[in-house]
């Protein structure tokens, strides 16, 4: 038995100046797995809303994507120590009308968070909600003295 | 060969191997999208949060459109992240078609993170009415 180095087929040598016609097939074959198979990997076809959370010295920051929304249509709300996000997307084409919702909860303890100062701000798609801390919830330093 | 080139159109086209490689934009992400026929055309629209006019390009070739997207936020000095979902690498959405496309009449839109391009088809792709006499 003999071993033959696997050489890629794409990157074979005779592909690019005597046109074999199978290289079209195998591309054909690459673009079917991209476009079918591909969405059961990407975000396509999903409606969660993907979060990001940050904080710095005096605020949480919530940051969701919800591209293509109307500011009007966002509604931020804080339930029982939750953040809930919900949105709808609508699109207009020329004989129909679609309207996607998008909603997404976030565990916030309400001990750590000012609820009536609680700001909002959309730009490029983004959302993002600012919840300033509680002073009880802020770090606080101490400094202890070393005797 | 003419039979297969009929069955498949994309033999037409050069081989992938000839092609000039891509640009190196690292690690890319697949926006989200959808592509809806009309009559005279394409809508595409390609999701793309975060992405503003001056990060957004839009190329339109003879046999491929490619959307590339950079993220245009950028984290703030003194936040610290607590968790992620989202990514910040570019999106890139590249699609092929077989030269059905009036490159001259391509339109594109970006408002809120949402890019809509508007894609006609060339004449000769179109179909035509024959009137029967």
Redesign the interface.
Known sequence: MTLVRYTHPTLRPLASFARSPWTGLESEIDRLFQSSLGDFAGTTGTRRVPVDLYEDKDNTYVRADLPGVNRADIAIELVDGYLNISASRKTKTADREETVSLTRSVSVPDAAVQADKITAAYENGVLTVTLPKREEAKPRKVTVAVK | ?SL?SSI?P??N?P????REPARDLGPTL????EL?E?ADGF?L?V??????HSGLELQADADSITVTGRR??K??E?????????DDVTYELVL?HDNIIDLDKVQAEL????LRVALAKTEAVKPRKIAVS
Do not use: F
């Not at chain 2, 999701?47 to 503003?52: D, I, K, M, N, Q």
């Not at chain 2, 003194?78 to 989202?86: D, H, I, Q």
């Open positions: 060969m297969i498949l994309s033999l086209r081989a992938t191997a000839t697949k926006p989200a999208y809806n009309t809508a629209t999701y793309l949060p975060g992405v503003e245009a936020w984290k703030p003194g936040w610290t992240s607590l968790y992620r979902e989202s092929s408002r809120d993170g949402v």
